[in-house]
C-alpha cells in the first residue's frame, strides 16, 4: 500500500529541507563573517608587528 506518498510526509520532507537549506546558509555566512574577523585581526597584528 505505501506507494503513494501522504501530503503530510511531503510538507515533512519540504520543511525539512528548507531548514536545512536556511541554517547552512546561516553557517556559511557565519564562518565567511568569521573569517573576514580573523583576516582583519591578523592584517592589524601584521601591521603591529612591522611597525
Do not use: F, W
Amino acid at each position: 500500500m505505501p506507494a503513494a506518498p501522504r501530503p503530510s510526509c511531503v510538507r515533512c520532507v519540504i520543511t525539512s529541507s528548507r531548514l536545512y537549506t536556511t541554517s547552512s546558509l546561516t553557517l556559511r555566512r557565519h564562518l565567511l563573517r568569521r573569517s573576514l574577523a580573523l583576516s582583519t585581526t591578523n592584517r592589524q597584528t601584521a601591521s603591529t608587528i612591522e611597525g
